[in-house]
């Protein structure tokens, strides 16, 4: 058949010799691909024992933050679900009532404050733009987990620890970031 353009090229099928017809040198030369790659540096970790060091950038896990007396620093504002790209946040509001003061720092609370991270693109936005430094972003990857469920993340799972009651498990989840 006359080819309709010029690009046809002839194969030259030359007949194989001995040493192809048998696969052994391809074979041993494969092999010595996978020998030369035992010898490199594995650029694998055995995680979660061996982790990487993160950028200093990385925004991981929302953390909800208190203050240095341990209250809330949420005021159910709503400004982060109005910022969140991927309406990832959903909060209800309650007025803080009298003999409350020690664990909510406005008089406007978030009673219930939930983010789903299967939604979340872990952009910060919500960080950017709470006025009371009350959410941001940590250090931390949000672990995996079997059901869509477990991942509709509540305040309680939210809250950074009291750093009057647990200074120590308080200054972890901070991280490198400043009190404020
Ligand atoms: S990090 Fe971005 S996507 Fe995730 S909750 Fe905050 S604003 Fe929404
Ligand atoms: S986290 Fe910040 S922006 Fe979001 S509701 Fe609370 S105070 Fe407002």
Redesign the pocket.
């Known amino acids: 058949m006359q080819s309709l353009t010029n690009r046809v090229k002839p194969v030259d099928r030359k007949p194989m010799t001995f040493l192809e017809k048998i696969y052994l040198w391809e074979i041993a030369k494969g092999m010595m691909i996978t020998i030369k790659h035992f010898f490199r540096k594995k650029p694998t970790i055995k995680y979660p024992e061996q982790t990487r060091e993160f950028s200093s950038v990385f925004r991981g896990l929302h953390i ?1 933050n208190r203050d240095e007396q341990g209250r809330e ?9 109005v ?1 969140c790209p991927a309406e990832a ?1 959903t ?1 209800e509001a309650a007025e803080r009532k009298k003999g409350e003061e020690h664990l909510y720092r406005e008089e406007k609370y ?1 009673a219930r ?1 939930e983010i789903n991270m299967l939604r979340c693109i872990f952009c910060g936005l ?1 960080e950017e ?4 430094d ?2 941001y972003l940590s250090q931390t990857f949000t672990p995996s987990n079997l059901t869509r469920a477990q991942f509709i993340y509540k305040k309680d799972d939210l809250l950074i620890p009291d750093p009057n009651k647990d200074p120590e498990l308080y200054a972890k989840a901070l991280g490198d970031r400043k009190k404020s």
């Open positions: 909800l620093r949420c005021t159910a504002c709503g400004l982060c679900a910022a946040i909060m978030a404050y919500c733009a709470c006025p009371k009350a959410i």
